[in-house]
């Protein structure tokens, strides 16, 4: 079993720059790509970001060039960086490594002015 826990999510003013981190516990980290999901009210979780095993990402098209996903596998953690940071992003964001389906609690990303 895999535990993911979130950290680093808040209020933000619009433009402002926030770093979500997820730390993985219970599996080889190293082994298994990640990814960064979010869900605004009403509306379906998808994934913004992923980051393969061996460092290679890709981010949604909606967040390209202001999110950046990495990883530091001697820590366990995966990282969204997020920047220039718009109302639309307002979303609880998710943790989660396919591999396992184990999903992290999320946590709430407000952007307001």
Same mark, same amino acid.
């Given at each position: 079993q895999v535990q993911l826990v979130e950290s680093g999510g808040g209020v933000v003013q619009p433009g402002g720059s926030?770093?979500?981190s997820c730390v993985a516990s219970g599996r080889i980290f190293s082994d298994y790509a990640m990814q960064w999901y979010r869900q605004a009210p009403g509306q379906q979780r998808y994934v913004v970001a992923t980051i393969s095993a061996d460092g290679r990402a890709l981010e949604? %098209? +909606?967040?390209?060039g202001r999110f950046a996903i990495s990883r530091d596998n001697s820590k366990?953690? *995966?990282?969204l960086q997020m920047n220039k940071l718009k109302? %639309? %992003?307002?979303? *609880?964001?998710?943790?989660?490594?396919?591999? +396992? @389906? +184990?999903? @992290?609690q999320g946590i709430q990303v407000t952007v307001a002015s």
């Open positions: 926030l770093r979500l949604a %098209d +909606s967040v390209k366990n953690t *995966v990282y109302v %639309d %992003d307002t979303a *609880v964001y998710y943790c989660h490594q396919p591999a +396992s @389906g +184990s999903w @992290g």
